[in-house]
Structures are given as structure tokens and as C-alpha cells.
């Protein structure tokens, strides 16, 4: 069972190394990274709002302050197009995680339900500051980002890589911390934060260093989109249609687990890059998108992994196999504890 | 001077259009746990409503309001039927995201029929103004507040003074306990959702008159109404007319004071600020409501 797992694993790690020279066409690696950035993005999302039960609506904070970071450090360092821009992605990660701080510690004093509302707030405020510095943001002309030397053919390649590194370095973070201690802290703070609070937790610290590490690859993100669209308009740096997709595909996959919110956003970051790019017709776009994600919510309120996972365990039991391999009992047994975990927070 | 006099007095007037949409939103927090995306989208269904039948069936936008909210009523009550009575678990973050999709799919279908141009609603009397005090004071804006009046009003009358008032509130506070004393409390809550859309219909019309929009205005509108109902406390009716009127007067004299693209930075950042000394709001309970 765990060879089989580990040789998975390596075979999809095979696959996403090898995706660019199976598919050359640049229509299909420009849907590729995007959607490697969304699931990155998602993941991280996932962090801090899957693991402590916050809801973030004002992720595309930290999006848009990494793409204007990186964008005002280029320019102030005079660097150009290439791979030095790559290179600035940590600082501008930090420069996120800076912003993250104060804003959390702000927000995390009220309720959950609050919470949300805040972070809505929260983003508009940077919308509306971007438009109205434009003594730093060029307001509502935008600023363009050094655009780098390569052809045409080559130009997605690099691009494709670095996300792919940001993401797995993300869903490698995202691991760790569900499998520590202070990740447990975190769980518990979702479960039920006063009782974790009396047990130890420290809850307002463990809150906000969470919150931090999802701003920081969110802004990594946010400058790596912009950098491979090579534009920025506070519009589109702090869009509202940021905040919303990432957590759509967090709860489509399953929120709060470690593979879901990567499963949702797989599957819909490329059916929406597709659908915007294909669809003529008006408003069309968003009837599916929309009917879509009401069919999934209402149908697998929990998410597809652990819908799938509690199907998994239910059809097993039905068959009254006992598996002879001691790890796939273990993985029943935690999946049934993930289950109760879940409900106990209903 | 005059001009900060005008700014308050406006602001007072579309201030009472908000309250409207917002009571909607706050009403529906407080009996379903629902945080309601969509009431933003379902205003400006409202104002196309009112919009489609001035252009094609030349009937008034005030008369238009007799078809426009008994229909959102409706429609209301359908969403409710079709989507909010399915969320079993974990109901406010659900709803938001199940409200969200609606109005994904009705902001779509608005692209669709209307086009994403903007338009406005035309009367007589939307350009026709009223001197008072050495300034004009457009017809409509006059209009909005008296209809928000008359219907906040009646809000008031239903839910403290009616029979079916008693059971949303008993609703209100505490739901197990009021199936028990034998209040249909399903039926309250599809009700009070369509009040609260109904709610929509009216600011819909006020607010169609009074701004262009399309159907990307909505996300605009829906966070204000989300600060709004966030100052006031979540689930207060008093608190989201306060907040109304707080947010639109304030806004309105930073606008003439400073400047209009700092009029909604400033307000977001006094409701920070606010949730720093008074995380509930003006009027919210501190506890959450225990179920």
C-alpha cells in the first residue's frame, strides 16, 4: 500500500516535471500555470481559513501587495526581465507577511461571522488605495512589470517551473503544519476555540503566525501572476473574483483537509481559465460557473475528498473486509476521526 | 457651510435607502444564520425590474414597486426553498458561499439579458429638484426617504407587533425553543427571507433612480451593506438604520470636505478602528447566539 502510494506520488511528480515538453502549445502551458498558481494559492488559502475554520474573504489582499512589491522593486532596483525578478519572490513573500500582521491582529479580535465581513473590508480598503496613491501605485494607469527576453516558444517555460516549485513548496508547508503539533493547535481552534484556549493553545499567536504564512505564498503568488501577465491595474491586482475562486476551490476539494483544496483547484482552475477564454456569449460564463459550484456545494457539502473518503470507508465496512495490512486499518480509523472531528464542528 | 448641511441632509436621505436593504440583510442573519451575498445582486434585479417595466410597459417606477416586491418576495421565497432549506451544517460559512453562487448565476443571466452598459431609471421627477436652504434637493432622493420610511415602518409594525413578529423573534433567540412552544419555525424563516429580498426590491428602485448600475454594481453595494450591518451588529435592526445613516453621512461629508475618492476609505477604516474598541458592533450581542 505504501509503495503503491510513494510510486503515485513519483508519477505525478514525473508528470508535472514532464508537462511542458508533452504539451509545447503555449494556449495549453498558459492554462497550466495558472492553474498550478490558483491550486498554490489555494492551498495556502487553506492554511490558515481550512485548518482554523476562519473564513478569509480578503485573500487578493496579499495578492495585489505582492504584485505591486515586486513591481515597485523592480523598479527602484532597476532590474530587468529574466530570472532576477524570481529571485525577489521570498522578499516579496516577507513583504506580504509584513502586511499580514497588523491586519490580522486587527481582525482576529472579532467572531468568525465578523471575521469574514472584515476581511471584505479589508480588501477594499487596498482596492480603493490603490486607486488613490497614485504617487506609489500609478492609480488607475496601471504599472508594467520588466517584461523578460525570451521567445515566444520558450517564454512559458520558466514561468511553468517556478510555479511549480511555489506550489510544492506550499503543499509542503501545508503538510508540515498538519502534521505538528502546532497544526493540531490549530484544528483544536476550529474545533472549539475557547476549550483549545484552556487547554493551553495560545490561541491569538497560533492564529496569526498562520495567518502570515498563508499571506506570505499568497503573496509569492500574486507577484508571479503579474509578472508572467507583465500588467497591473488595482482592478485586477485586488480583484473580488480572487477572493471568492480561491475559496470555492478549497471547498469544492474539501476545506480543511491537507489534498483538498488542491483536488478543487485542479479541477476548476482549468474549467474557468477555459470557460472565460472560450465562451462568446455574455454572462454565459458565470450562469455555469455559478450552477456549477451550487450543484457541488449542495450535493458534496463536504468537499470531494472527504465525501469521497467517508464512501471509501462506508463501502469497505459493507463488505466486512478487515484488511490485512495493519496501515489501511490505521487510515479507516483516522478517517473516521477526521469525520467526527468534522461534525463536531457543525 | 451650506455645503455640509447639504452633505448631512443628503446623506440622511440616502441613508434610509440603505437602511432598507440592509434591515433585509440583518433580518435574515438573525432568524436563518444566513449571511445573504446575494441581497447586493438581488437590489439590482430590483432596480432592472423597475427598469423593464418603465422602459417596456411605461408604468412608473414608484407604481412598479406593487409588481417588483411582491415578485423579489417570491423569488425570495424560492431561493430559499431551493438552496438555503438544503444547508444542514455549519450554516453561515455554507450560506456564504451558497448565496455567492447565486449570485454568480443571477449577476450572469443579468450580463445576459440586460448587457453589462449601464443604465439608469428615468421619471419626471428624478431630475426635478426642490430648493431648500440655498440648495437643490432632487425629487427623488425625498421620494426614497418617504418610501424608506413608510416601509421600515411597517417592518417595524410586522415584527413587533404581529402575531408572526412574536414567532421570528422567538426564532430570533433561540430556535430549538421556539419549535417547542409550537412556533412553525421553518415557515418563519422562508417568510422572513423573502421579506428580506422584498427589502431589496424597494432599495432596488430608490437606488436604480438615484445611480447608474449594472450588474457588476452589486459587489460595490454588497460590501457596503456587509460594513454596514457589521457596525450596527450583526442581526440588529436598529443597528443596521444607525449604521445606515452614520455610514452615509459621514462618507458624504468627507466627499465635500476632502475628497470623493477618500469618502469610502475613511468609512471602511472608522469601522476597523470601531471593531478595535467594540469587536459586536454598535448594537450586536457580544455572545454568539447558542443553538
Wanted: glycine content about 10%.
Amino acid at each position: 500500500m505504501k509503495i503503491i502510494r510513494t510510486f503515485g506520488l513519483l508519477a505525478v511528480l514525473a508528470l508535472l516535471l514532464a508537462f511542458p515538453l508533452l504539451f509545447g502549445d503555449p494556449a495549453v502551458t498558459t492554462i497550466a500555470i495558472f492553474t498550478l498558481l490558483f491550486a498554490g494559492a489555494t492551498v495556502a488559502w487553506n492554511i490558515f481559513s481550512g485548518y482554523t475554520g476562519y473564513i478569509s474573504l480578503g485573500s487578493a489582499v496579499f495578492y495585489g501587495v505582492g504584485g505591486y512589491a515586486l513591481a515597485l522593486l523592480c523598479k527602484a532596483w532597476n532590474i530587468q526581465g529574466g530570472y532576477m525578478p524570481f529571485l525577489l519572490l521570498p522578499l516579496v513573500g516577507l513583504i506580504a507577511s509584513a502586511f499580514a500582521i497588523p491586519l490580522g491582529w486587527i481582525a482576529l479580535r472579532s467572531s468568525r461571522h465578523v471575521f469574514v465581513v472584515i476581511t471584505i473590508a479589508m480588501f477594499y480598503i487596498f482596492q480603493l488605495l490603490a486607486f488613490n496613491l497614485p504617487g506609489i501605485t500609478n492609480g488607475s494607469d496601471g504599472m508594467f512589470l520588466p517584461s523578460p527576453p525570451w521567445d515566444a516558444a520558450f517564454f512559458n517555460t520558466p514561468f511553468y517551473y517556478v510555479s511549480l516549485i511555489v506550489l510544492l513548496l506550499c503543499f509542503f508547508v501545508s503538510w508540515w503544519v498538519r502534521n505538528s503539533k502546532y497544526g493540531l493547535g490549530l484544528l483544536a481552534i476550529r474545533d472549539d476555540e475557547e476549550r483549545a484556549l484552556s487547554l493551553g493553545v495560545k490561541t491569538g499567536a497560533y492564529k496569526l503566525v498562520a495567518f502570515a504564512i498563508s499571506a506570505f505564498f499568497i503573496g509569492m503568488i500574486g507577484a508571479l501572476v503579474n509578472y508572467f501577465i507583465g500588467s497591473l491595474y488595482p482592478a485586477f491586482a485586488f480583484s473580488p473574483a480572487f477572493d471568492i475562486t480561491v475559496a470555492l476551490m478549497a471547498f469544492l476539494g474539501g476545506v480543511g483537509t491537507l489534498v483538498g483544496p488542491l483536488v478543487g483547484a485542479l479541477l476548476l482552475a482549468p474549467l474557468q481559465q477555459y470557460l472565460t477564454v472560450q465562451l462568446q456569449i455574455v454572462g454565459l460564463d458565470l450562469i455555469l460557473f455559478g450552477s456549477l459550484l451550487l450543484a457541488v456545494i449542495l450535493l458534496l457539502p463536504e468537499g470531494i475528498v472527504p465525501s469521497l473518503r467517508k464512501t471509501w470507508t462506508r463501502w469497505k465496512a459493507s463488505r466486512g473486509v478487515r484488511s490485512p495490512v495493519a496501515g489501511s486499518r490505521e487510515k479507516e480509523e483516522k478517517a473516521l476521526l477526521a469525520k467526527g472531528g468534522r461534525e463536531g464542528n457543525g | 457651510m451650506t455645503l455640509i448641511i447639504e452633505a448631512v441632509v443628503l446623506g440622511i436621505l440616502t441613508g434610509s435607502v440603505y437602511a432598507l436593504m440592509a434591515s433585509g440583510l440583518t433580518l435574515v442573519f438573525g432568524v436563518l444564520d444566513i449571511i445573504n451575498i446575494a441581497q447586493g445582486i438581488l437590489v439590482i434585479v430590483g432596480a432592472y425590474l423597475s427598469y423593464t417595466l418603465e422602459k417596456y410597459f411605461h408604468i412608473d417606477i414608484i407604481l412598479g414597486l406593487l409588481v417588483t416586491i411582491p415578485a423579489l418576495f417570491l423569488l425570495g421565497i424560492g431561493i430559499e426553498w431551493a438552496f438555503m432549506r438544503r444547508i444542514k451544517r455549519d450554516r453561515v460559512m455554507i450560506s456564504i458561499l451558497v448565496t455567492f453562487a447565486v449570485a454568480l448565476v443571477i449577476e450572469g443571466l443579468l450580463n445576459f439579458i440586460f448587457t453589462p452598459n449601464y443604465v439608469q431609471l428615468t421619471a419626471p421627477y428624478i431630475d426635478a429638484a426642490l430648493p431648500v436652504f440655498g440648495f437643490y434637493l432632487p425629487y427623488i432622493y425625498l421620494f426614497g426617504f418617504l418610501l424608506s420610511v413608510v416601509v421600515l415602518t411597517l417592518l417595524y409594525f410586522l415584527v413587533y407587533r404581529t402575531k408572526f413578529g412574536f414567532g421570528l423573534r422567538a426564532s430570533m433567540q433561540d430556535r430549538t425553543a421556539a419549535a417547542l412552544i409550537g412556533i412553525d419555525v421553518e415557515r418563519v424563516q422562508t417568510v422572513t427571507f423573502g421579506i428580506g429580498v422584498a427589502l431589496a426590491a424597494a432599495g432596488g428602485m430608490v437606488f436604480g433612480a438615484t445611480n447608474p448600475f449594472n450588474a457588476a454594481t452589486s459587489y460595490d453595494l454588497i460590501s457596503r451593506l456587509l460594513v454596514i450591518i457589521v457596525l450596527g451588529g450583526m442581526g440588529s435592526l436598529r443597528g443596521a438604520l444607525f449604521a445606515s445613516l452614520a455610514m452615509l453621512v459621514i462618507s458624504d461629508i468627507i466627499d465635500v470636505v476632502w475628497s470623493p475618492v477618500w469618502a469610502n476609505v475613511v468609512f471602511f477604516a472608522l469601522l476597523i478602528v470601531l471593531l478595535l474598541f467594540r469587536p459586536q458592533g454598535f448594537f450586536g450581542r457580544l455572545e454568539g447566539r447558542k443553538q
